[in-house]
Every structure is written in C-alpha cells, then in structure tokens.
C-alpha cells in the first residue's frame, strides 16, 4: 500500500515561512509527478505547484515568487518552501503523487492526508 505523508505544517505569523515535506513509499518515486494543493476553508482544493519527473514546474499565480517546488528522488520526498506567507495561503495542504500514461491518462494517483497551514498574527 502507498503512503504519502506531509509534514512541516502549523502556525506563523504574515510574512514568516515554513517547508513543507512530503514522503512516498513509492519503488519508483523519481517516474512521478509531484503537486501539492491547497483547500482554504469553505473552498475548493486548488493547484498550488507541481514537479515533473523531469523537474519542470509550475506554479500558481498567487504563489509565484514565494513558492518553491523541489524533489530529492533519493529521498523519495517533495518540499514545498514558502517564503513571505499571507493570510490567504491559510490552508489544509496536500501533496500528490501521479504517473501518466504518454498519452496523458492517469495511471496512478496518490494523495497524502494533508497539513494545516495557518497565517496569522
């Protein structure tokens, strides 16, 4: 059975930062894409960045600049770091595991349980 477990989530002040770390038990981890969402309270889940696994990323408009998206295949883990945190990333945050087919169908997809992420002064 896969695992995908984050970590690194809690309380900080606007302005602060915190990295979020995610962990698959995945036998080949570096072949998936790696995304962490977010869903704020009373709102849907959204993208909030991705790695391929051959290391392109993307990011959300609102975290461009303040996010960074990161991957250590030795590790089997993914970091999200965010740097100058507002209020509104106040969030649960999840991260993603998925392998696609060349044809763009999904053929594996994992999700951890997620970690709260709360901006506040």
């Known amino acids: 059975q896969v695992q995908v477990v984050e970590s690194g989530g809690g309380l900080v002040q606007p302005g602060g930062s915190l990295r979020l770390s995610c962990t698959a038990s995945?036998?080949?981890?570096?072949?998936?894409?790696m995304g962490w969402y977010r869903q704020p309270p009373g709102k849907q889940r959204e993208l909030v960045a991705d790695?391929?696994?051959?290391?392109?990323?993307r990011y959300a408009d609102s975290v461009k600049g303040r996010f960074t998206i990161s991957r250590d295949n030795a590790k089997k883990t993914v970091f999200l770091q965010m740097d100058s945190l507002k209020p509104e990333d106040t969030a649960v945050y999840y991260c993603?595991?998925?392998?696609?087919?060349?044809?763009?169908?999904?053929?594996?997809?994992?999700w951890g349980q997620g970690t709260q992420v709360t901006v506040s002064s």
């Open positions: 993603n595991a998925e392998m696609r087919a060349s044809n763009g169908q999904t053929l594996y997809d994992y």
């Open positions: 790695i391929t696994s051959r290391d392109a990323t």
């Open positions: 995945l036998n080949v981890f570096s072949l998936f894409a």
